[in-house]
């Protein structure tokens, strides 16, 4: 059970939560945007599993901006991703133990 809480409730809580909150961010004008919600509810879950960050040297302030925005976006996508892996798997240790 404490499995169950670990891997598959929290995560989805706190992706709930993340939903909750950007909720204004990705629903423009009552329509979702389902990549830009990818980001926002991904980025969290991604930004620990990033094994490179591209760091702006020798830049002016745009390709700074660009260069961590494109950060934010690869974060993002790595972290939807590792969402539902991570749920997939803590469903799976989940029915293992239980069986």
């Not at 909150?21 to 990549?35: E, L």
């Not at 892996?85 to 069986?99: D, M």
Request: hydrophobic share 60%.
């Amino acid at each position: 059970m404490k499995t169950f809480f670990k891997e598959v409730l929290f995560p989805l809580l706190l992706a709930l939560c993340l939903a909750a909150f950007f909720k204004p961010i990705y629903m423009a004008d009552g329509v979702c945007d389902y990549f830009l919600m990818w980001l926002c509810i991904g980025f969290p879950f991604g930004l620990r599993r990033m094994c490179l960050w591209l760091v702006p040297f020798g830049y002016g302030i745009s390709g700074t901006v660009g260069i961590f925005a494109l950060n934010i976006i690869i974060g993002g996508l790595i972290g939807g991703l590792a969402l539902i892996a991570g749920l997939l798997s803590g469903v799976i240790h989940t029915i293992r133990e239980i069986i």
